[in-house]
């Protein structure tokens, strides 16, 4: 009995530290922080911000250099196309683009990298896919950092929308779909994309 005790003290410390390491990791992120800086815009919810967290300090060069670049370039003026980030390996994609209908659109995930995406004009449609139900038939392509998922169920996918004032950052377990067609008239989107170093 008094070996319980002990184990369900232990148990009961272990998950308030971790709730508690929880509690900052949101106090943190909703500080601004990881920021350098840049105010317009904040994580989404579904960003994993423990995940971020830890990606942040295991490569701050790489997210300082990213949220500096964010901070100090006009985004709406900027030309489409590649541009690199200064003092970082990093390369911004500027894209002027339009959501399609979900059966145009392609599923993803990546290992190496972490998907940053930051909506500033319009609004873009995203979706997560649940692990259980979703299957590649064709294994990971290492030098694209690319899987895909051809077969998931739309009725366990999380449909979501983002606008300007939110960054998203999809991380190895995020699986994701981007660029899908919302319910507003306008389809139209600027989207800011850059693939930071994924970070064992």
Same mark, same amino acid.
């Given at each position: 009995m008094r070996k319980l005790i002990i184990l369900f003290t232990i148990l009961t410390l272990s998950l308030a530290a971790n709730a508690q390491s929880k509690s900052e990791i949101r106090k943190w992120a909703a500080s601004g922080a990881w920021a350098n800086g840049f105010t317009k815009a904040k994580p989404d +919810?579904?960003?994993?911000?423990?995940?971020?967290?830890?990606?942040?300090?295991?490569?701050?060069?790489?997210?300082?250099?990213?949220?500096?670049?964010?901070?100090?370039?006009?985004?709406? %003026?900027?030309?489409? @196309?590649?541009?690199?980030?200064?003092?970082?390996?990093?390369? %911004?994609?500027?894209?002027?683009?339009?959501?399609?209908?979900l059966t145009k659109r392609g599923t993803e995930s990546h290992?190496?990298? %972490?998907?940053?995406?930051?909506?500033?004009?319009?609004?873009? @449609?995203?979706?997560?896919?649940?692990?259980?139900?979703?299957?590649?038939?064709?294994?990971?392509?290492?030098?694209?950092?690319?899987?895909?998922?051809?077969?998931?169920?739309?009725? +366990?996918?999380?449909?979501?929308?983002?606008k300007p004032g939110r960054f998203l950052i999809f991380f190895p377990e995020d699986w994701h779909i981007a660029k899908i067609a919302?319910?507003?008239k306008d389809q139209n989107i600027r989207v800011i994309v850059v693939k930071v170093d994924y970070i064992e």
């Open positions: +919810k579904t960003v994993n911000l423990e995940t971020f967290y830890t990606q942040y300090h295991k490569n701050p060069d790489q997210w300082n250099a990213l949220f500096q670049w964010l901070r100090d370039t006009d985004l709406l %003026a900027i030309p489409k @196309g590649k541009h690199p980030i200064p003092n970082s390996t990093l390369v %911004a994609s500027v894209e002027d683009s339009e959501n399609e209908p290992r190496k990298k %972490a998907d940053f995406q930051y909506v500033v004009r319009g609004t873009e @449609g995203f979706a997560l896919l649940d692990h259980e139900t979703s299957k590649a038939s064709k294994p990971y392509d290492e030098k694209k950092d690319v899987i895909h998922y051809d077969t998931y169920l739309p009725e +366990k996918t999380h449909f979501f929308d983002s919302t319910k507003k």
